[in-house]
């Protein structure tokens, strides 16, 4: 096998452990590239159908192209699309930085999703190269009855064995994307034609690489407005993938606050 071929394996034996494993399960869908691999990879590794519901948990702030692509694939695709919405940000911690504030609206949604459907198992599409505090997690990552991380007791992760346990109103995030690159997540989109929302491809000198709320996310400089011209880009730059999100340009532990509150 080829590395996108090694990848892929090793996303649909993790998926299927997770639904073997963990229920009730759902799958959280952001409507960016990387979720959208991931339902894609579900697809292949249920034979055609994603067998657990996708959430999206909705800010109300996203790209009106990214509600047109929720609505257009959660019927191409046969989605089982639950929505969910977000408290106010005055109801968010007033100590962070206001992106990170705006952000951590979507933590607190994510929260009650959680808790209305009874989870026992959301999976989630980061990965480690995307940001420094996603780096230190687990492919299966438990979280307490208050959806907090606690980073430094992790379960050990040996020759694909996954620890699921199961106490009294905790959950376990599951990480199927969780070694790719960005860079594979393009050559593999590429691969397999996976429809994006085109706001990834440049115009007039623009694009972006990491989709969120309008009024957090910058598109950056680039003319790489189709698949192979962003494969290529991507194998020159030194741009940090999240340099468009203003979460990412305030106070350091903004982002590691958020992470261990819940933030995916």
Known sequence: MDHLDQLEAQSVFILREAYRKLKPLAML????????????????????????PVMHVDTGKKFPEMYKFRDEYA???DLDLLLGTCPP????????????????????????MIEKHKLQGVIAGIRRDEQGT???????????????????????EFWDQYATPHEEGMHIRVHPLLSWREIDIWRYIEREGIPLVDLYFAKNGKRYRSLGD????????????????VIAELETTRTSERSGRAMDHESEDAFERLRVAGYL
């Open 89 to 112: 940000v005055e109801e968010m911690d007033p100590s962070l930085p206001p992106a990170a504030r705006s952000a951590a609206r979507k933590t607190a949604g994510l929260a009650a």
């Open 29 to 52: 869908w952001s409507l960016g590239k990387d979720s959208n691999v991931m339902v894609w990879l579900a697809k292949k590794a249920f034979l055609g159908r994603v067998p657990f």
């Open 134 to 156: 996603r780096a230190k997690e687990r492919v299966f990552s438990p979280r307490g009855a208050s959806h907090k991380w606690d980073i430094r007791n992790q379960p050990p």
């Open 75 to 77: 019927k191409k695709w």
């Open 214 to 229: 309008q009024d957090i996310t910058n598109p950056v400089d680039s003319n790489a407005s189709t698949l192979a011209e």
